[in-house]
């Protein structure tokens, strides 16, 4: 096979030819390590190129080699490891890292109750090892994957610290159940994360995106599987101490232009002179005014950051242990925001035998945050970023006597909620799992899982009289507890051989069962007589308004699986899958459903009649592989089928009041899982011995029997019911593509991904559409409609301003319309502007995601640059409706209203905002075009050289920047945010700013 050499190669080898020759018999010395923990490779060879000299590693990972010449290469290699060419470049002292992949597909690859070489891959399995997860300070494993993964979007729902994220993998299925994926936390199903797991406890993460890798986890894999393997000691390796530690500054990324006082006062004066009214402010006033308060400014602040890791690796041939401990700080960009985790892990295996080997993987974590009112309300129930934007810069922060101003428009104060108002939080969370595993034969084994997951959280809120909130019901106190438990029950047995040569077959069979318990409790008390006790003494508050409630909840899941894989020659592969399971959640007529699989998968490359010359030379490795399988999503609320009781109205006989019971529910025992159908075809190559990788997938899912909750006949007495009606596609290419562009002492690889995405509703049975959303007075703003994407925006189209009365009276307008008022386009053309000219104005779904990441390596230095991108959808700003039309006179507005239609300013480019009817606040002016690029992160770091300090093993320092830069024209704080959280309806409205972040470290091994 002819080498294809790239000029930049060349080059670097001409001037390796010009270091000149030494003296024989110079010694060069160092140590080879794992690139990953940096624990020592005993046993590495490293052999000088083109020559038969060379020497392996000591216990230890260090080695001496006496080479013919120091502009010799040596070449390092391990057992699992990629080989490594470096030049010698006339040095003495030369440390090696190598990295846990062999050539290319030859890695190992984690899939559903198991592992397989990344080669002998029949599914569509994206994966990440840890050097590309841990790249800057990060709190959830959700962080660490944005933007890294072809055809999976992560999108912020709060920028606070410890603020959640919704993920969605290829696409949006469901209408009313959960789109989120399923994890799996070291072979624990539906355990997710959140931020209880220390990122870099992390040793790779696998995504399973197609139905032949999701379908083995039956009713939860229809929306993707995320599996998160955490780090293990690696056996007949030293004890290896590790410590990683950072601290970092933020700031805001992006600020919101708002009217400063003079600005402010001048826009209003204008517009009451529209009005015909008087104007609120004097000249006086104006110029005696100054800036006024910017209310942004004074919530917004720097914040540090800092962080820091322990762990302790290592292992003899019968045990291998890795434990952690870690420990986050992190304060907000709005004052009186933070979050707190402590966490540890132990992870510990165990041969009693040589067929009994026995293990943990336990984690451990106590998280505490400290946030304030954000959220979508309004008036006195708007957040704090809400008031800050809205309330008038004329008005102080502090009266003359230092205590809090208040505002005359039902508007708390931003600092005094900030400051005031305690909103802590707790949570505790234990997850995990003990195994044993048996060797029953030389190819047949069997293993025991039993798992644990628990989550208790608690939050206390005090509503302090000196904000409009508190000051509605004179202090309200709430108390919040609930747990989240579950238990998981597996055994698996598991057949893996070879027979007649060529002939590979792996058989896996198991039994799952899991159950989970939800139970809460929740009390408020308010009307207290002094402030003191916050909400540490909720029997001070008026016992009549006191409430208490509390819930219990319980589901359970019962499964059987199976996966049959066939290897002939590694060239023809099959794979066929099988799960049954069983849902409490569903039907008494429908509680099981199989979901079954198939994938198969044909590496042409081995073929004795692939080319070896020409431009397919080139190719080291090809293979096809299509699959086609069944899987379900069971996320929906318990006992959904059941009628349920609950309390009803307060009955009062003989002047005394009594809790009545009454249904709240009706049955519907015919309730059975949605199911997605999913047809993946792919592609996976190697070019130039793996110098460039990658692959290419085509996927189309049809989602059926949605679960969707739909309008019923109020003579029922209830108004809707969760029914299967209904169905969904989604459809797109994937790419993934690895390049190793410059390899020796210099290196740059490149990952780049990229994916489209095509998403519709296909049916809603006799139903021609269904509107939801609801935020800020404003319903109905998104629409389910046969052929539209899932919860597309549906409004009005502003054409533009109606510049006379002549152009009012000729065109369609609405009845309240004049010069200087928005122009409708007249969808219907009936002449008449009203709902029946709403229509499609965005779609809330990237139709392209890009995410790049550039690595450069010379020496003991290394640079890391990741981009990454989001074009062609939309987002609704209903931030920006409260500067189009706010619900009170007098809010202060974002300063591009400064430019509004007057007779005087024809040209304005917004509307006269005189008197807008709020009917068609939801319109085309407020669905903005979301597209950006982001470079997202950037990490420079330098390995100190030939350490051997103390007991010193490594030590690295490094920087770290992220949200750098974004290019985009949206005009909020964020392009990439939904404040609704996992909702299919997605809006910016008032949501925590994004944070530029900047941090030092260190990484410590000895």
Same mark, same amino acid.
């Given at each position: ?26 010694? !060069?010395?160092?140590?080879? &390590? ?55 470049? @006339? ?100 355990? +997710? ?16 995106? *197609? ?11 229809? +929306? ?51 009005? @015909? ?54 304060? @907000? ?20 035998? *040589? &067929? ?58 931003? !600092? ?32 025991? =899982? ?14 302090? %009289?000196? %904000? ?9 106190? %709430? ?24 002939? +590979? ?41 006191? #409430? ?30 099988? &799960? ?26 081995? #073929? ?88 290419? *997938? ?35 290419? #994937?790419?993934?593509?690895?390049? &190793? ?16 995405? =095509? ?74 502007? *009203? ?73 304005? #480019? ?16 407020? !669905? ?56 299919? !309806? ?21």
């Amino acid at each position: 096979m002819t080498k294809s050499i790239t000029p930049l190669l060349l080059i670097a080898l001409g001037s390796f030819l010009l270091v000149p020759d030494v003296a024989l018999g110079q010694q !060069v010395s160092g140590t080879v &390590r794992d690139s990953t923990d940096g624990s020592p490779l005993p046993g590495a060879n490293i052999v000088v190129k083109g020559t038969t000299q060379g020497t392996t590693s000591n216990a230890d990972g260090t080695y001496q080699l006496a080479p013919p010449s120091l502009s010799d290469t040596l070449v390092f290699s391990f057992v699992g490891y990629q080989s490594r060419e470096v030049p010698i470049n @006339g040095r003495t002292d030369i440390d090696v890292a190598l990295r846990v992949e062999a050539l290319a597909g030859e890695e190992l690859v984690v899939v559903g109750y198991g592992s397989v070489q990344k080669s002998d891959l029949t599914g569509s399995v994206s994966s990440l090892p840890a050097d590309q997860l841990n790249t800057g300070p990060q709190t959830s494993v959700d962080q660490a994957i944005q933007g890294r993964i072809p055809g999976v979007q992560v999108t912020q729902t709060s920028a606070e610290p410890g603020g959640g994220y919704s993920i969605r993998i290829r696409g949006t299925n469901s209408i009313t159940a959960g789109n989120e994926p399923l994890y799996v936390v070291d072979g624990l199903p539906g355990a +997710n994360p959140l931020n209880s797991l220390n990122p870099a406890d992390i040793e790779s993460i696998e995504v399973l995106k *197609d139905a032949s890798a999701t379908a083995i986890y039956g009713a939860r894999g229809s +929306n993707g599987v995320i599996l998160i393997t955490t780090r293990q000691g690696r056996g007949g390796a030293p004890l290896t101490v590790n410590y990683n530690g950072s601290v970092g500054y933020q700031h805001t990324a992006t600020k919101l232009d708002l009217m400063n006082a003079q600005e402010y006062m001048a826009f209003y004066n204008s517009l009451s002179a529209s009005r @015909g009214e008087e104007p609120p402010f004097s000249e006086e006033d104006i110029n005696a005014i100054g800036a006024g308060t910017d209310w942004l400014d004074e919530v917004l602040r720097g914040a540090p950051l800092h962080q820091h890791q322990l762990s302790f690796s290592g292992g003899s041939e019968d045990t291998q242990y890795y434990l952690s401990l870690n420990y986050l700080k992190r304060d @907000g960009i709005v004052i009186n925001t933070n979050f707190e985790r402590y966490g540890g892990r132990v992870n510990l295996q165990h041969a009693l035998s *040589d &067929r009994l080997q026995v293990g943990i993987n336990l984690n451990n974590s106590l998280e505490q945050d400290v946030t304030v009112p954000l959220g979508t309300g309004v008036n006195a129930g708007a957040g704090v970023i809400a008031t800050a934007i809205q309330l008038p810069p004329t008005m102080p922060v502090r009266n003359e006597d230092g205590s809090f101003a208040q505002s005359s428009q039902d508007l708390s104060n931003a !600092v005094a909620q900030a400051r005031t108002i305690d909103n802590n939080g707790e949570i505790k969370r234990t997850f995990g799992n003990v195994f044993a595993e048996y060797q029953i034969l030389d190819n047949l084994s069997s293993r025991l =899982n039993l798992g644990f997951n628990q989550r208790s959280a608690e939050r206390d809120i005090f509503l302090n %009289t000196v %904000t409009q909130r508190g000051q509605l019901n004179e202090g309200q106190a %709430t108390k919040n507890q609930n747990e989240d438990t579950n238990y998981l029950f597996e055994f698996t047995t598991e057949y893996d051989g070879a027979f007649r040569e060529s002939h +590979n077959l792996n058989v896996l069979g198991g039994y799952s069962f899991q159950r989970f318990t939800d139970t809460g409790f929740n009390a408020s008390a308010q009307n207290f007589p002094t402030t003191a006790f916050g909400f540490n003494n909720l029997g001070a508050g008026e016992k009549v308004k006191n #409430e208490v409630g509390s819930y219990k909840q319980e589901n359970t899941l019962v499964s059987g699986f199976g996966r049959l894989n066939y290897n002939y020659d590694g060239r023809y592969l099959v794979t066929s899958t099988i &799960r049954l399971d069983g849902s409490s959640r569903f039907g008494e007529n429908d509680k099981y459903a199989v979901f079954p699989s198939g994938a198969l998968a044909w590496r042409v490359s081995d #073929e004795s009649f692939f080319p070896e010359r020409g431009f397919l030379a080139a190719v080291s490795d090809l293979k096809l592989r299509a699959s086609y399988g069944i899987s379900g999503n069971q996320e929906i609320g318990n006992a959904r089928s059941l009628v349920l009781l609950g309390t009803g109205p307060t009955a009062v006989f003989d002047g005394e009041e009594f809790t009545s019971i009454a249904p709240i529910q009706l049955a519907n025992p015919d309730l059975r899982w949605e199911t997605t159908r999913q047809l993946d075809v792919g592609l996976d190559f190697a070019l130039l011995e793996g110098r460039l990788a990658g692959s290419v *997938d085509y996927f189309v899912s049809n989602t059926n029997d949605l679960l969707l909750e739909l309008p019923i006949p109020t003579t029922s007495g209830f108004a809707s019911s969760l029914q299967n009606v209904g169905d969904t596609q989604n459809s797109g290419f #994937e790419f993934a593509i690895d390049t &190793r562009n410059v390899v020796g002492e210099f290196n740059w690889t490149t990952n780049l991904n990229f994916a489209t995405l =095509n998403n519709k509703v296909t049916n809603l049975g006799e139903l021609p559409r269904i509107l939801q959303g609801g935020t800020r007075f404003i319903q109905d703003f998104t629409i389910l409609r046969e052929g539209d994407p899932v919860n597309a925006y549906f409004g009005y189209v502003v054409e533009g301003i109606f510049q006379s009365q002549d152009e009012i009276d000729t065109t369609p307008s609405h009845p309240t319309a004049e010069p200087g008022s928005r122009r409708f386009k007249d969808i219907n053309e009936d002449g008449t502007i *009203d709902e029946e000219d709403r229509t499609i104005l965005g779609d809330p779904y990237p139709d392209f995601t890009l995410g790049l990441n550039n690595s450069f390596g010379y020496k003991g230095l290394s640079v890391d640059l990741f981009v990454e991108g989001r074009f062609g959808f939309e987002l609704a700003n209903f931030t920006r409706i409260d500067s189009e039309n706010p619900i009170d006179n007098l809010r202060n507005r974002e300063d591009y209203v400064l430019d509004r239609w007057t007779p005087e300013n024809r040209t304005g #480019e917004n509307p006269s905002f005189v008197d807008p009817p709020r009917t068609f606040d939801f319109n085309s002016r407020i !669905v903005r075009d979301a597209s950006f690029l982001r470079l997202k992160n950037v990490r420079v770091s330098y390995t100190v050289p030939n350490l051997n300090v103390g007991g010193i093993a490594s030590l690295s320092v490094y920087a770290t920047g992220q949200n750098l830069l974004t290019i985009t024209g949206y005009d909020g704080f964020n392009p990439d945010v939904n404040v609704l959280g996992s909702s299919n !309806v997605r809006i910016d409205y008032n949501a925590y700013p994004l944070a530029r972040v900047y941090s030092l470290g260190i990484d410590l091994r000895i």
